[in-house]
């Protein structure tokens, strides 16, 4: 078995299977094939078990030996091809097995990609990450091993049940019995260990959540001197698993032994009948052999057919989960307006370009034909109101304007509104009333691809992927030369540490940047944001992770950066945000002041509060 199993049913079967049907649809033919092969394969066995009658009634009883070597050849020939197709169909349902879960794993990956964010905000990573995991696990261990097993299984119990009956309907009575009695056997052991099967796994996820969580705080714990508590914790919850599991294996041994011995008995009774038949002429002899070496298989088709459709009960709610994802409400994109390249004609009139101009403009589908506007970065709030919850506003009535080349700053207490407003720029979130505009289209005509495209941001949390450097900067712009990569790593100054790593730009990054600090890791987003030269720039919490120091050798960089483009940035630091063009005091979701930094400090506000010391930010 490749693994044990819990009480996981799915609790719409009929839905699930008509998912499913798509998926083996694709690879029909191959399945018909597995089965054709499958049939072949047990019925050969079955056929060759049976003929242990003729061998002893017409070849061993009369001594033929010339006979017997005969049909001992044409038997070897049998089953070399009955071998031979399960070689085939075992193959074949290898390849057929990993084509679905990959097919599957795609389809699976590709809606994960157009799912909205609210999705991945209220849903944890590692419940998602389990349906790649988990899931689709159990689907790849029940197609391995559960579709040519279950038609070979049933095969062998239908098969079995018909020949014994034909060879000795009498005897059969005592087998049928056996066979009832070993089934509900079998449904009761399975279902108490199943039971603390599932038990077992709440306790080794309870005990690995806390070896994670002990592993992720180490530096807390040895901090605070907790080992020895902690190491109290972990014998209680190691002892809760062991207890567990003791029992699920305790039951589940119990299962084959008590299948053998009721075989055995079986065995024994009617190998005893049997004879006294074979003795008194009701039986021949080479019916009473077949019969005994049938009687002698049956237990292990029963035990197989009834795990096997265990596995797939199992399997089928792994596919519910993950069809359940599928069916999620993918992110709404109704835009028509599209990013083009363009080329300035000297008349100063735009035309789209084929090649790389350097210049961008909205193509914006007009009755009248294509309009072109020209990508500036002008965007404006007109009365937006926004919530997660249309009951619960948390911003309300924004207007603001950031005009080309702007530096637009917010500031205020965690939970203002600063983020949301970033959030609503680039449509993460869409807008309850309202409109903002982007270089004066309303931001729901333009689609998103291109929409995104055109904006750069610097997230406070700052995630790097595995593979070099380079790669990283060359995340913002996949087709980006290394010149290119350069450049924008002396913009961010961040030219100057990756040269003296180790392999320089060619340095590996795995597990987030752990290898680099936290400011490096930040100088890094930055580049990475600058290299695709967006019109508009978001620094969201960008330097909260850089010390002064570093911050102030990146000051001339984001400088660089920011010239020409339409800036928004969130700070804690309120040096960060002393040079911009007009400063933002959000509160509860409301632009209480707005100004340049002295204009605010003039007004003895929230802003002078804020910058003087007199209120913090919390």
């Not at 997660?388 to 603001?400: F, R």
Request: charged share 20%; glycine share 6%; with cysteine.
């Amino acid at each position: 078995m490749a693994r044990q199993l819990t009480n996981a049913k799915p609790k719409n079967m009929k839905k699930t299977l008509s998912s499913f049907k798509k998926y083996i649809g694709n690879h029909k033919y191959a399945f018909v094939f597995i089965g054709l092969l499958v049939i072949l394969s047990t019925s050969i066995s079955l056929w060759g078990t049976y003929q242990i009658k003729t061998v002893v009634n017409r070849y061993v009883l009369k001594n033929d030996y010339h006979g017997l070597v005969s049909f001992i050849i044409l038997m070897a020939i049998v089953y070399f091809i009955g071998a031979t197709a399960t070689a085939i169909y075992k193959q074949l349902m290898v390849h057929t097995a990993q084509s679905i879960v990959q097919e599957l794993r795609n389809d699976l990956f590709a809606k994960m990609q157009k799912l909205p964010i609210s999705y991945f905000d209220g849903h944890p990573h590692g419940e998602i990450m389990s349906r790649f995991t988990n899931d689709l696990d159990t689907i790849q261990d029940a197609l391995n091993n559960c579709f040519d097993t279950l038609i070979q299984s049933f095969i062998m119990i239908v098969g079995t049940l018909i020949l014994i009956f034909v060879l000795s309907w009498k005897l059969s009575l005592i087998v049928f019995a056996c066979m009832i009695l070993m089934y509900f056997l079998i449904q009761y052991l399975s279902q108490r260990s199943k039971k603390y099967f599932k038990k077992q796994q709440n306790a080794m996820g309870y005990l690995n959540g806390f070896i994670e969580e002990m592993v992720d705080g180490i530096k807390v714990v040895k901090v605070f001197n907790h080992e020895k508590e902690n190491s109290i914790e972990f014998d209680y919850r190691n002892q809760e698993l062991y207890d567990s599991a003791v029992e699920a294996l305790t039951y589940s041994g119990r299962t084959i032994p008590t299948v053998v011995s009721i075989s055995y008995f079986n065995y024994a009774l009617v190998a005893s009948i049997g004879g006294l038949f074979a003795i008194n002429g009701i039986m021949d002899l080479g019916s009473l052999s077949s019969y005994l070496v049938f009687v002698r298989q049956t237990a292990m088709p029963i035990n197989q057919f009834t795990q096997q459709l265990n596995f797939i009960l199992a399997a089928m709610a792994g596919a519910e989960r993950i069809f359940d994802l599928m069916n999620e409400s993918e992110e709404v994109d109704e835009g028509k307006v599209t990013l083009t390249q363009v080329e300035i004609l000297e008349d100063g009139s735009m035309q789209e370009s084929d090649h790389y101009t350097g210049y961008w403009a909205w193509r914006h589908p007009r009755d009248n034909g294509i309009e072109l506007v020209e990508l500036k970065g002008d965007v404006r709030f007109h009365d937006v109101v926004f919530g997660y919850n249309e009951t619960h506003p948390i911003l309300k009535d924004i207007n603001l304007f950031a005009k080309p080349g702007q530096k637009i700053a917010f500031v205020g207490s965690t939970g203002a509104g600063k983020t949301t407003i970033i959030n609503l720029i680039n449509r993460f979130y869409d807008i309850t009333k309202g409109s903002i505009t982007y270089d004066g289209i309303d931001v729901k005509l333009i689609k998103k691809d291109d929409l995104r495209k055109s904006i750069s941001i610097v997230l406070q949390d700052t995630h790097l992927f595995t593979g070099t450097i380079a790669d990283n900067i060359r995340y913002g712009k996949l087709d980006a030369s290394d010149e290119e990569v350069i450049e924008a790593a002396k913009l961010a100054n961040a030219d100057s540490f990756i040269r003296r790593l180790p392999n320089g730009y060619q340095t590996m990054l795995s597990s987030d940047g752990t290898n680099l600090s936290q400011g490096q890791r930040q100088l890094l987003a930055i580049a990475r944001a600058a290299i695709c030269n967006p019109p508009v720039l978001i620094l969201d919490e960008a330097t909260s992770s850089i010390d002064t120091r570093t911050e102030k050798l990146i000051e001339k960089g984001m400088d660089r950066l920011m010239e020409n483009r339409t800036v928004f940035v969130i700070a804690h630091r309120l040096s960060t945000v002393r040079n911009s063009d007009a400063i933002m005091v959000l509160d509860h979701g409301q632009i209480i002041e707005r100004g340049s930094h002295d204009e605010l400090l003039e007004k003895k506000g929230r802003y002078y509060q804020l910058y003087t010391g007199q209120f913090e930010l919390d």
